[in-house]
């Protein structure tokens, strides 16, 4: 059974403060981790889409990467407005290629 | 143009109501979704409809009704609803998955519909 585990569940940070958040998953093979965020009573937003172990993105103050048994967002100097839960979740190769499966999410806080 | 639309935000019902939430995507995607969303939990998947053919039903309660009646639009029909459906319902869609392929995997959700049943 295909699992993601996200930590920390809450995270608070000065604005400034640069930290990473943890997505560790298992899945009967890989065919994509991707990363959303989510304010309160909205859709997730897509942030990245990771493929391969090695691979990384960058969107402004986002990076995420990837490697074969996790994957990482790393947030450089965080403004407030970063603040919302961030979802992982990841598409495994083997059965149905529509199911996605979520972590429970990891809800950041940034303090100006 | 990444953008999938809901209707209406917000909706009350009483549990002898019949409603429909509306959702429309125009970015040629032909794989769409509905999703049921509770307070703090990641969303879970109720519906999956590809090529406008209803591909996964995740043991839905009969009470929600899905359709797809082209390949812009995706429809969730409720009726006798109880006060724990209430939640936010999101809608997603992607491109269609390819074998071997990598583009389409991405599902890009709408705002959500926030439900209350009373």
């Known amino acids: 059974e295909d699992q993601v585990t996200q930590s920390p569940e809450a995270l608070r940070l000065q604005e400034g403060e640069s930290s990473s958040l943890n997505c560790s998953y298992t899945?009967?093979?890989?065919?994509?981790l991707f990363w959303y965020r989510q304010d309160p009573g909205k859709g997730p937003e897509f942030l990245f889409t990771?493929?391969?172990a090695g691979e990384e993105k960058e969107k402004e103050r986002l990076k995420a990467t990837l490697t074969k048994k996790e994957s990482f967002l790393h947030i450089t100097a965080p403004k407030p407005e970063d603040s919302a839960t961030y979802l992982c979740?990841?598409?495994?190769?083997?059965?149905?290629?529509?199911?996605?499966?979520f972590g429970s999410g990891t809800q950041l806080t940034v303090l100006p | 143009d990444t953008e999938v639309t809901q209707t209406p935000k917000h909706l009350v019902m009483g549990m002898t109501n019949k409603k429909s939430l509306k959702c429309e995507q125009h970015?040629?995607?032909?794989?769409m979704y509905w999703y049921k969303q509770k307070a703090k939990k990641p969303p879970e998947l109720m519906f999956v409809?590809?090529?406008?053919?209803?591909?996964i039903n995740e043991s839905v309660p009969s009470r929600f009704s899905p359709e797809c009646p082209n390949s812009s639009l995706l429809n969730l029909h409720l009726h006798a609803l109880q006060p724990e459906d209430s939640a936010l319902y999101l809608c997603?869609?992607?491109?269609?998955?390819?074998?071997?392929?990598?583009?389409?995997?991405?599902?890009?959700f709408g705002p959500g519909t926030r439900l209350t049943v009373l």
């Open positions: 997603a869609s992607s491109q269609v998955y390819t074998p071997g392929g990598r583009v389409g995997d991405t599902q890009y």
């Open positions: 899945v009967s093979g890989l065919r994509g």
């Open positions: 990771l493929y391969s």
């Open positions: 979740a990841v598409q495994a190769l083997s059965g149905s290629a529509r199911q996605l499966t």
């Open positions: 970015m040629g995607h032909r794989a």
């Open positions: 409809y590809s090529y406008e053919k209803l591909s």
